[in-house]
Nanobody
Framework: QVQLVESGGGSVQAGGSLRLSCAASRYTYSSACVAWFRQVPGKEREGVARIDSDGITSYADSVKGRFTISQDNAKRTLYLQMNSLKPEDTAMYYC??????????????????WGQGTQVTVSS
């Protein structure tokens, strides 16, 4: 059974940066659709960014130009570089993965495998 483990969350002031990591216990992400989501208590989980097996990325409008998703297959690790952070970016961030698929969608229902989450708090 593959496990995903996030790290890198924390507290930062507005305008600051954080880099989240998501390590897979088995398999590289080279043949996977992988993504980052976030959730605030009382609200639905929302997609932040995804990268497909061809390296093509897609972002939510709210983070375009500020966040960058990338992966290091040698390390079996997915990253989310977050710059120019805003208080509204405060949330629990989750990574998700799905292997051996041709399509890649930034929707919650597309993924069955999730990490445990890492908290990001941005203060004004």
């Amino acid at each position: 059974q593959v496990q995903l483990v996030e790290s890198g969350g924390g507290s930062v002031q507005a305008g600051g940066s954080l880099r989240l990591s998501c390590a897979a216990s088995r398999y590289t992400y080279s043949s996977a659709c992988v993504a980052w989501f976030r959730q605030v208590p009382g609200k639905e989980r929302e997609g932040v960014a995804r990268i497909d097996s061809d390296g093509i990325t897609s972002y939510a409008d709210s983070v375009k130009g500020r966040f960058t998703i990338s992966q290091d297959n040698a390390k079996r690790t997915l990253y989310l570089q977050m710059n120019s952070l805003k208080p509204e970016d405060t949330a629990m961030y989750y990574c998700a993965a799905r292997w051996n698929v041709r399509s890649c969608y930034l929707t919650v229902t597309y993924f069955a495998l999730w990490g445990q989450g890492t908290q990001v708090t941005v203060s004004s």
